[in-house]
Nanobody, 120 residues
């Protein structure tokens, strides 16, 4: 059973930074992809990024390009979402998910989410 746990959310001022962690447990093959998503109140869930564990290739949504980056710690089984130059519109509940086929479309496993609030 694959389990994902997010952490690192919190309150930050506009222009600040946060690093979210997605720690994975269970049996993960290298052909999985890990995605980050966010959902603000009253809005649909939005895909933020997709990170393929096999080759490290990453895709991010245009609204966060140049501000958000993805990295991985193989020892800790953790994928990070580094968020810089945060804006109030980045406020949302952030989730990570795992796609066993690395398609970046078929998300089978989800974490519980971590809240990010960008406000002065």
């Amino acid at each position: 059973q694959v389990r994902l746990v997010e952490s690192g959310g919190g309150l930050v001022q506009p222009g600040g930074s946060l690093r979210l962690s997605c720690t994975v447990s269970g049996f993960i093959y290298d052909d999985y992809a890990i995605g980050w998503f966010r959902q603000a109140p009253g809005k649909e869930r939005e895909g933020v990024s997709c990170f393929r564990l096999s080759n490290g290739r990453t895709a991010v949504v245009d609204s966060v390009k140049g501000r958000f980056t993805i990295s991985r710690d193989n020892v800790k089984n953790t994928v990070y979402l580094q968020m810089n130059s945060l804006k109030p519109e980045d406020t949302a509940n952030y989730y990570c998910a795992a796609d066993p086929g690395s398609s970046c479309f078929l998300w089978k496993y989800w974490g519980q989410g971590t809240q990010v609030t960008v406000s002065s």
